[in-house]
């Protein structure tokens, strides 16, 4: 069992930053890939970056692409979510999700993964 707490939600304006945290509490070593994905209302939910726990190779969709990078610690268990130039089209909620078995799937396919947080809020408005 894997859990994941998200934090870093708020609200910001057009061009501001935030950064998420996601961190992970149980079998933790488990987890071979973690993904962001966020849903805004009305719509379904999509993959932002995902992050390979043992290479670091990072995975980012085209709509955040250098303006959004993810990290991981030093010790595996907290997965960051750096975003800048943030857009009104940003607004969603935030998801973290990890993924035993990540291999030959699809990094931005919610089916692929395993375990979710609850989500945090993010809200970019003037």
């Known amino acids: 069992q894997v859990q994941l707490k998200e934090s870093g939600g708020g609200s910001v304006q057009p061009g501001g930053s935030l950064i998420l945290s996601c961190t992970a509490s149980?079998?933790?070593?488990?987890?071979?890939?973690v993904g962001w994905f966020r849903q805004a209302s009305g719509k379904e939910r999509e993959g932002v970056a995902a992050i390979w726990t043992g290479s670091f190779g990072t995975h980012y969709a085209d709509s955040v692409q250098g303006r959004f990078t993810i990290s991981l610690n030093g010790s595996r268990t907290t997965v960051y979510l750096q975003m800048n130039s943030l857009k009104p089209e940003d607004t969603a909620t935030y998801y973290c999700?990890?993924?035993?078995?990540?291999?030959?799937?699809?990094?931005?396919?919610?089916?692929?993964?395993?375990?979710w947080g609850q989500g945090t809020q993010v809200t970019v408005s003037s």
């Open positions: 149980g079998d933790t070593a488990t987890s071979r890939r």
């Open positions: 999700a990890a993924d035993l078995h990540p291999y030959g799937s699809d990094w931005n396919r919610n089916e692929g993964y395993d375990y």
